[in-house]
């Protein structure tokens, strides 16, 4: 009986055991007693596709949601149909009742500006910015309804530290990008110097931020990726000298401990640089997309990864613990299954 009773028990055990290898990308969805701040983000979510990820987004417990753009899929020069797809998204049942209960942050990329791969040139900039206003409910006195781009910062402040978010328009003054002819890629970078990301106004915006900022971390939002910039599609790597412009505005403003999170690209992965006189590595925490993804993934070069490449639908979930000073980065996904965990000591 007695060595019936220890084959079952070590049965159970291997089993039990298996289970929690599985476990290991289950989802542990309670608030940390650990985190002193949450951060979701995420990008690509098409109005017309189910919307799966809100509750499992909010089974998190962010203090903030922040879209990284794509908030809907709509290029075209019709404002009608804009708007009609905004509102297709407000109706949708459980993302009006997510953000009842979650403060909510966003910038714009190509599919919600308007045009994809779109920059200056389109036409219709303005008009699609009061949209994508009206869709926030943006009052009609904020500073955003006046200015051109729907870029904004916000500073949440816990237990006396500071966490900036400043959000970027990669989009409303970005100048031509230069198709790459001799290869399968999309685009090639621009000669260095040529062609501006941010526009002249945003820069000294930026700058200004960073400068004057308390933050203990300061976190940049760019629709696009910032570090990856091998793949060929949309990168900031289009435009090598704006890479280096802001590289040298985080080194010069003293900004403490910047973390940039970006998407579009309906994958996610962590990148990493380590950059001389820079007092801290940069990361770049790409999460897309949360509807659609690019499910034929078969691979591209990027020499700053960490992580794995996440090609299905997942967003990104940033944990900050003021103790040890370290942010938990998770990639989340359908279940709140973890796809990926990476955690980063700052000084
Ligand atoms: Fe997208």
Redesign the pocket.
């Known amino acids: 009986m007695n060595y019936f009773k220890s084959i079952i028990f070590l049965f159970l055990l291997i089993s039990s055991c298996k289970t929690n290898e599985k476990q290991k990308i289950a989802s542990p969805i309670s608030k940390e007693a650990s985190s002193d701040f949450i951060i979701a983000f995420g ?2 979510n098409n109005q017309t596709l189910p919307n799966l990820l809100w509750t499992e987004i909010e089974k998190n417990k962010p203090n903030v949601w922040i879209w990284g ?2 908030v809907i ?1 709509t290029d075209t020069d019709d404002m009608v149909y804009m708007a009609e797809n905004y509102l297709k998204q407000k109706n949708n049942e459980v993302y009006a009742d997510f953000i009842k209960k979650v403060d909510v942050l966003a910038t714009w ?3 919600d500006y308007g045009l994809n791969d779109g920059g200056t040139e389109y036409p219709k900039k303005a008009e699609a910015q009061q949209l994508f206003l009206d869709f926030f409910d943006v009052p009609k006195n904020d500073n955003r309804r006046k200015q051109e781009g729907v870029y904004y910062s916000k500073d949440y402040t816990i237990n006396k530290k500071i966490i900036k978010i400043i959000l970027l328009d990669t989009r409303y003054f970005r100048t031509a990008l230069t198709a790459d002819d001799e290869t399968e890629k999309r685009y090639k970078p621009n000669v260095y110097g040529e062609g501006t990301m941010l526009g002249e106004k945003q820069w000294k915006w930026i700058k200004n931020e960073l400068q004057n900022s308390k933050a203990s971390y300061n976190i940049i939002v760019s629709s696009i990726q910032f570090l990856s910039n091998e793949h060929g599609f949309e990168s900031w790597g289009n435009m090598p000298h704006e890479v280096d412009k802001l590289i040298t505005l985080l080194k010069s403003t003293n900004a403490k401990n910047t973390v940039i999170l970006s ?4 994958i996610s992965e962590i990148s990493k640089s380590e950059i001389a006189e820079l007092a801290y590595p940069l990361v770049d925490f790409t999460s ?2 949360l509807t ?1 993804s690019y499910t034929d993934y078969k691979g591209e070069p990027n020499k700053y990864r960490l992580s794995n490449v996440v090609s299905k639908k997942s967003f990104g979930v940033l944990k900050f613990n003021f103790k040890t000073n370290v942010i938990t980065m998770e990639i989340r996904g359908e279940n709140n299954v973890i796809y990926e965990t990476y955690t980063q000591n700052y000084k």
């Open positions: 990008s690509c753009g794509d899929y990329d190509d599919h998407g579009g690209r309906h897309s997309g659609h």
